[in-house]
Structures are given as structure tokens and as C-alpha cells.
């Protein structure tokens, strides 16, 4: 393994640690909002929107950053039959071009959102009254460790690009 490839892997492994940290804060964070939100309509009769507005973001992020996390473990959506049945060196081609729309994707998305950064500097939260530049921050964060992700997952699966699942067609069937 060259050292490019190992510094992808440890960083990927190191972000990875802490981003799934940041994931279960957030649903702790987002489970608490939502029950004190349901009972303050419904046991004081007093809706509180502030914890509406915090279980939000809290989803909100949430989504954004185990996005990244489902793409280091192989968990999107993809369908990989017919790059499975290639030969090495064609699925290879196959995973390089995959992993580059998704880079070139989320490159898109860093850059398409500095303007909606710029404008909510000027713009807050109604409930919490957060600046929502910070909020819209998070969408350049999370694509930079999806971009790394990708990377690291290209890289890791250079020798068997597209593996075949370990079991038979016709015990699914069963």
C-alpha cells in the first residue's frame, strides 16, 4: 500500500471515529428534543419550538453525516450485478469511474453551496435564532468527508471491485 493510500485510509479511519460520535450525539440529541417537544403540546399543552427547530437540524445532520458513514461501509443503494460479472481490471475501470461521479457530485455540492452560506449570514433560525450560514455550513463539511469516504472506499476495493455475494442465487429464492 503506497503512503497516499495509507494516509486516505487513516484519515478516513480517524474521521470516521469522530463522525460517528457527531451520529449518535445528534439522534441522542434529536430523540430528547422530540420527546420534550411531545410533551410540552401534549401533557402541558404549551408547544415548544425551539425543540421543533432543534430536532430539525439535529435530523438534518444526522442524514448528512451517516450519509457518509453508510458510503464507507458499502450501505447506498447500488446495483453491482452486471460490474460483478466483469473482468478485474474492467470493474476496476467501473469503480474508478463510479467513485469519480460521486467525487465530481459532492464537489458540486461544496461549491454550490458558498452562496447560500453567504446568505445566511444574514438570515436566522425563527425559533433559536441561529446565524444559518452555520447550518448551511454543514452541507461543504459532510461532502468533503463523503469525498474522503469515496476515496477510501475506491481504494480499498481495488482488488475485488465488486464481490459476489457469498451466497446463492437460489437460497434468496427460498
Same mark, same amino acid.
Given at each position: ?6 494516509? $486516505? ?9 469522530? $463522525?460517528?460520535?457527531?451520529?449518535? @450525539? ?26 421543533? =427547530? ?8 444526522l ?5 457518509? !458513514?453508510?458510503?464507507?461501509r458499502?450501505?447506498?443503494? +447500488? ?11 474492467a +470493474? ?7 467513485? /469519480?461521479?460521486? !467525487? ?12 447560500? !452560506? @453567504? ?21 461543504? $463539511? ?5 469525498? !474522503? =469516504? ?10 475485488d ?7 446463492? @442465487?437460489?437460497? =434468496? /429464492? /427460498?
Amino acid at each position: 500500500m503506497s503512503w497516499l493510500a495509507n494516509f $486516505v485510509h487513516k484519515l478516513s479511519r480517524a474521521l470516521r471515529l469522530v $463522525v460517528s460520535g457527531i451520529v449518535v @450525539a445528534l439522534l441522542g440529541v434529536m430523540l430528547v428534543s422530540v420527546l420534550v417537544q411531545v410533551a410540552g403540546r401534549y401533557l402541558f399543552n404549551y408547544p415548544i419550538s425551539s425543540a421543533s =427547530e432543534i430536532a430539525t437540524f439535529a435530523q438534518i445532520l444526522l442524514v448528512l453525516f451517516g450519509s457518509g !458513514i453508510a458510503l464507507a461501509r458499502g450501505q447506498h443503494v +447500488a446495483i453491482d450485478m452486471l460490474p460483478a460479472l466483469l473482468p478485474r481490471n474492467a +470493474a476496476r475501470v467501473v469503480l474508478v469511474a463510479i467513485n /469519480a461521479v460521486i !467525487i465530481a457530485f459532492l464537489a458540486v455540492l461544496c461549491y454550490g453551496t458558498q452562496p447560500l !452560506i @453567504a446568505f445566511g449570514k444574514f438570515q436566522t433560525s425563527p425559533a433559536l435564532g441561529l446565524p444559518m450560514m452555520y447550518i448551511y455550513m454543514t452541507m461543504p $463539511v459532510a461532502g468533503i468527508y463523503m469525498m !474522503i =469516504e469515496a476515496l477510501d472506499a475506491c481504494i480499498r476495493r481495488w482488488n475485488d471491485p465488486f464481490p459476489r455475494p457469498d451466497v446463492p @442465487a437460489l437460497d =434468496e /429464492a /427460498a
